[in-house]
């Protein structure tokens, strides 16, 4: 198997085209850990000896459902079912954490820039003084 080819997968005249054993592995797999097998038990049970951290990925590539280069491995419901399994086992075990959202700094948009009365030869300088004339129109709290 080459790295960037996903399981299942060969190329044959610059075309992916379905390795039928291996597809078979891999439709036996998402139906092993849909049963409730573990990663890697599901993942040995169908001959891969691959890490659970590898096997996780599987389960969340979505080439398996077919796109412009892949043909299709699995039906959509099959991925379906094998990510909501892994979102329910994700949640018992404490492992989903909700992202933060970011806050974004209110960016000024408006600015004023007083008159450039000087000329200064360095041009380190001159850049910090004409940066120094620059007023932003924006309040404290974000408005204009």
Same mark, same amino acid.
């Given at each position: 198997?080459?790295?960037?080819?996903?399981?299942?997968?060969?190329?044959?005249?610059? =075309?992916?085209? /379905? *390795?039928? /054993?291996?597809? #078979?592995?891999?439709?036996?797999?998402? %139906?092993?850990? !849909?049963?409730? %097998?573990? &990663? %890697? $038990?599901?993942?040995?049970?169908?001959?891969? =000896? !691959?890490?659970?951290?590898? $096997?996780?990925?599987?389960?969340?590539?979505?080439?398996? &459902?077919? *796109? *412009?280069?892949?043909?299709? !491995?699995?039906? =959509?419901?099959?991925?379906?079912?094998?990510? #909501?399994?892994?979102? @329910?086992?994700?949640?018992?075990?404490?492992?989903?954490?909700?992202?933060?959202?970011?806050?974004?700094?209110?960016?000024? &948009?408006?600015?004023?820039?007083?008159?450039?009365? %000087?000329?200064?030869? *360095?041009?380190?300088?001159? $850049? #910090?003084?004409?940066?120094?004339? !620059?007023? @932003?129109?924006?309040? &404290?709290?974000?408005?204009?």
């Amino acid at each position: 198997m080459t790295a960037h080819i996903p399981y299942g997968y060969r190329i044959v005249d610059g =075309k992916a085209v /379905v *390795d039928e /054993v291996q597809a #078979e592995q891999v439709r036996t797999f998402f %139906k092993e850990y !849909i049963s409730g %097998k573990s &990663l %890697k $038990a599901a993942a040995e049970e169908v001959g891969l =000896k !691959i890490f659970h951290g590898s $096997a996780g990925r599987m389960l969340r590539n979505t080439h398996y &459902l077919g *796109d *412009d280069y892949y043909p299709a !491995i699995i039906d =959509k419901e099959l991925f379906d079912n094998a990510e #909501e399994e892994r979102l @329910s086992r994700a949640n018992q075990l404490g492992r989903v954490r909700e992202l933060k959202a970011k806050e974004t700094p209110a960016v000024p &948009l408006h600015f004023t820039m007083g008159q450039q009365t %000087k000329v200064i030869y *360095d041009p380190f300088e001159q $850049a #910090e003084y004409a940066y120094s004339l !620059i007023e @932003s129109e924006m309040n &404290l709290n974000g408005t204009n």
